[in-house]
Structure formats: C-alpha cells, structure tokens
C-alpha cells in the first residue's frame, strides 16, 4: 500500500519541489475510544468526497502532490484502512496538510461501524 505512494510522488514530474513527504497509515486497532474490545470494524468510504479532498489537499501552498489509498468493508483488528501520503516542499508546510487532509477525511469522507467481542 505504502510504497506504491511513495514511489508516485518520488516519480511527480516536480520531485524537485519536494523537500520531504510525510503519510499518515491508518489501522484498525483493538479497542474502542472508550475502551471497549474491537474484533472487527465495518468501513465504507464516499469516493466522490475523498477525490474532493485530495483536490483540496493539494491546493494548499506548498503541497505538490497528495494521494491516498483506503480499504472498505469489514477489516479485522491491526488490517490498514487507510493510507495517505503528501508531498510539498517544507514542514512547515506538509505537516499541516497531512493532519488537515486526515481529519477532512474522517469527517467527511468514511462511515465506520465497529464490531465488538461478545
């Protein structure tokens, strides 16, 4: 999942902008916020929203590129959901944008439902 991202911003025609790219792996993980056990969650994503975000992600200054690779539907606990990579020329810059691109990515892009232990 990962390096596939990686390798396509390495290859954007303006690699030579990039100073650094920074990602962001998401991964289904064995309890709730609240503290209950998690066996499963059920996870749908809205393609038309995350296309839009991502759009968005790489108007921002400084962002040369943003790409983003999810997993829908019912995911076991330590399996990848999502995975997001953004690539601009400093820190300053990126850091921001990935955190910006995650959290409209929660938000307004996945529906998730989790299964818990009986």
């Known amino acids: 999942m990962?390096?596939?991202i990686i390798k396509k911003i390495r290859?954007?025609?303006d690699i030579n902008k990039?100073?650094?790219i920074a990602s962001h792996?998401?991964?289904?993980r064995g309890h709730?916020?609240?503290g209950k056990k998690v066996k499963a969650v059920e996870v749908i994503y809205d393609m038309d929203?995350?296309?839009d975000i991502i759009k968005d992600?790489?108007?921002?200054p400084g962002i040369v590129e943003a790409l983003v690779e999810v997993k829908s539907g019912v995911l076991n606990v330590g399996d990848e959901v999502m995975y997001l990579a953004v690539g601009g020329d400093i820190r300053e810059n990126v850091f921001p944008a990935l955190i910006k691109g995650v959290d409209m990515i929660k938000k307004r892009a996945?529906?998730?439902k989790e299964v818990y232990e009986e």
Do not use: A, W, Y
């Not at 792996?25 to 289904?28: C, H, P």
């Not at 992600?57 to 921002?60: A, P, R, S």
């Open 11 to 13: 290859n954007h025609p």
């Open 25 to 28: 792996l998401g991964i289904v």
């Open 18 to 20: 990039v100073g650094m």
């Open 49 to 51: 929203s995350l296309d």
């Open 32 to 34: 709730s916020r609240d």
């Open 57 to 60: 992600i790489k108007k921002l």
């Open 110 to 112: 996945v529906k998730k």
């Open 2 to 4: 990962e390096k596939d």
